[in-house]
């Protein structure tokens, strides 16, 4: 099946540290990407929407300012977490599709940030 | 009230045992996704389904999409089969999904 990789796995560091989390689809071109944060014992919560070469859309009460996404090729999107804090913990977790109608999504393993 | 609901919420078995989880949408939608999330947080998509029955090993996924309805069946469970199993649909004309908050399944030796 599809191969989505994300790295890093788990990221420990200051608060007011930048943290630059990568998606990386293996084997397909991924035309949207999408970024999700996961809080212990919720469901996914989406972050926002990445398509190719254009800005991501940000789901409501989402800063564009303190995540920033990067989606400049077909096989990388990149989130980064500017100037984070503890409240900034959290797994994350993306995910990647051809975009077309009805194109399953396929998931990264996760980033689990802990912010000091 | 949620978009996508699974029931029940926990479920604990025997191992062996046959498990049926079940997901109810209020949407119309025009697939469903049946994911696996292990403690260590990565997922993997089960099935993707927008009729009838698939199924993979000791998985069968159900959907009727007239009664917005759809169940995850899992035979001679096993304690690897421990995880958090949710239903997420899509709903729109893009690839997004709208998720269900997970069942969290433990499956004892």
């Known amino acids: 099946g599809a191969v989505v990789s994300q790295h890093p796995s788990r990221v420990i560091c200051k608060s007011g540290t930048s943290v630059k989390i990568e998606c990386r689809s293996l084997d397909f071109q991924a035309t949207t990407m999408f970024w999700y944060r996961q809080f212990p014992k919720q469901s996914l919560m989406l972050m926002a929407t990445s398509n190719e070469g254009s800005k991501a859309t940000y789901e409501q009460g989402v800063e564009k300012d303190k995540f920033l996404i990067n989606h400049a090729s077909l096989t990388l999107s990149t989130l980064t977490v500017t100037s984070a804090h503890p409240e900034d913990s959290s797994f994350y977790i993306c995910s990647a599709s051809q975009g077309l109608r009805n194109q399953p999504q396929h998931f990264g393993d996760g980033t689990r940030l802990s912010i000091l | 009230k949620n978009e996508v609901e699974q029931s029940p919420q926990n479920l604990t078995a025997q191992e062996g045992e046959f498990i049926t989880i079940n997901c109810s949408y209020s949407?119309?939608?025009?697939?469903l996704h049946w994911l696996q999330q292990h403690p260590g947080g990565g997922i993997v998509s089960l099935f993707m389904?927008?009729?009838g029955k698939k199924k993979h090993g000791r998985l069968i996924a159900t959907i009727n999409i007239q009664e917005k309805h759809s169940s995850l069946h899992i035979t001679a469970s096993h304690p690897r089969d421990s995880a958090v199993y949710i239903c997420a649909v899509y709903t729109g004309a893009n690839s997004k999904l709208t998720f269900g908050k997970g069942i969290t399944l433990s499956v004892r030796p």
């Open positions: 389904l927008s009729s």
């Open positions: 949407v119309g939608i025009s697939a």
